[in-house]
């Protein structure tokens, strides 16, 4: 795209800019969406459907960004004006969109006009305002300071920038339920491509296909009866609502002693966290605490890598996009590079694909090599791991919580336990008041 874009600001064989009216504003230098359209069909000798799909990404992508209606990224083919976005706000340049300039942005909207935030906005600003509250003052000064600068310069100038910088935050914060550009690899399925044409033909096969979902084998209720129960079963212990918490609940007793033995990292886990491990392999590795235990036992078993190798693509999948192309670079120098220092073993098909997705690096390039090593880990080093000693020794010292024999409620006649469940304490107090009545009536008959 970004050649295209060279190749249309060619001051020879590029288009002829010229000035555009914005109302009573001329704006110098800017382009119509019809002579966007009109000089693609010149130049690549296309179609004008295929112009304008050219065209649109563009827009999407932020290399030309609209004047007339700055919130939406569309190619329209009409007069509406539209100008070349500055380099320095490529995505190629991968310049990170931080918060700091985020909340200077909408500090900017708020002060110039009252009520010019979008809801979505409003909600992003009073959390940016929570979330950054000890550097609120330097972001203040920082609006205030551009705006004075800004109004300095001439009106056509200000609304270029305005729109220019508006286009910017577009692509890098979206409005919720607009489909995130930068989360859309060149490998990854998206809809704009999705679209279908309404025929007979289209019928026949949504028919066909009704058919064979008709006559296809489903799962009894009794399986899956039987799977929720044993799940139940499995997570009865662990679950904080029908067995309480241990030693006791802190929302209650204001003792924070449950929050401190299930902490992140701690010396010794308690017994219920280290069971929990071997319920799935995803239990063990959603705890930073399971995991550190794991890397331990496969550092032992030489193949640690695995996990780093794991770690890592968690790492770009979740991490900030403006470091992607860094952070895939690294992981083919350290896992997959011939001869690296922590080389982990995929098969050629994975990893002629993966090599391939590195040209062009994206968010997701590492997902079939990440589930590769997964896979692996999951059905060879983690059934190990359970049976190992290493697991075993942790399981036998950890910690098992004591009750807090303090009574959080005096009134109850039976503290069954220090957070014991809705469900049970009712239960527990009509027991009781069957066998009161019960002791009445009875002497109420020997009398």
Not at 181 to 205: A, H, I, M, Q, W
Not at 268 to 293: C, I, Q, Y
Not at 367 to 375: C, E, G, K, L
Not at 425 to 430: D, N, R, S
Request: proline share 6%; charged share 30%; net charge positive.
């Amino acid at each position: 795209m970004e050649k295209v874009i060279v190749a249309m600001q060619d001051p020879d064989m590029g288009m002829k800019m010229r000035n555009q009216r914005l109302l009573i504003t001329v704006i110098p230098h800017a382009m119509t969406g019809h002579d966007i359209i009109t000089w693609m069909i010149h130049k690549y000798r296309i179609s004008e459907e295929e112009a304008l799909h050219l065209g649109g990404m563009l827009v999407r992508y932020g290399y030309i960004y609209p004047l007339k209606e700055p919130r939406s990224l569309v190619l329209r083919p009409d007069e509406s004006p539209y100008r070349f976005q500055t380099p320095y706000f490529w995505m190629s340049t991968r310049w990170p969109a931080s918060e700091l300039d985020y909340a200077i942005y909408l500090a900017k909207k708020n002060i110039r006009k009252q009520g010019e935030l979008m809801e979505y906005e409003k909600e992003r600003y009073s959390l940016l305002h929570k979330r950054i509250n000890h550097t609120w003052d330097f972001v203040v000064m920082q609006a205030r300071e551009q705006l004075r600068a800004s109004k300095q310069r001439r009106k056509a100038d200000r609304i270029v920038l305005e729109c220019q910088e508006q286009a910017y935050w577009l692509i890098n914060r979206p409005p919720p339920g607009v489909h995130n550009v930068l989360d859309l690899g060149l490998e990854r399925p998206n809809n704009f491509s999705s679209r279908v044409t309404l025929n007979s033909d289209y019928y026949k096969r949504e028919i066909e296909a009704c058919r064979r979902a008709l006559g296809r084998n489903r799962v009894k209720s009794s399986i899956c009866l039987e799977g929720f129960l044993k799940y139940s079963e499995q997570y009865q212990n662990h679950d904080p609502i029908m067995q309480g918490c241990l030693p006791s609940n802190p929302w209650i007793s204001d003792d924070t002693a449950h929050w401190t033995m299930n902490a992140e990292i701690v010396p010794t886990p308690t017994r219920l966290r280290v069971e929990r491990w071997s319920f799935s392999f995803m239990e063990l590795l959603n705890d930073a605490m399971g995991r550190r235990e794991f890397m331990t036992y496969l550092e032992k078993e030489f193949s640690g890598e695995n996990l780093h190798f794991w770690e890592a693509c968690e790492d770009i999948r979740h991490g900030e996009s403006s470091k992607i192309s860094e952070k895939v670079e690294d992981i083919y120098k350290n896992f997959l590079a011939p001869g690296a220092p922590r080389w982990v073993n995929i098969d050629s098909k994975t990893m002629d694909k993966t090599l391939e997705g590195i040209k062009r690096p994206h968010r997701f390039v590492m997902d079939d090599a990440q589930m590769h090593i997964y896979f692996l880990m999951k059905k060879d080093s983690y059934p190990r791991y359970l049976k190992s000693d290493l697991y075993k020794n942790l399981l036998a010292r950890a910690i098992v919580p004591q009750e807090t024999k303090k009574s959080v409620f005096p009134f109850m006649r039976r503290q069954r336990h220090s957070s014991p469940s809705p469900a049970q304490a009712a239960a527990h107090t009509a027991e009781e008041d069957g066998h009161v009545r019960g002791a009445n009536s009875a002497a109420g008959s020997h009398v």
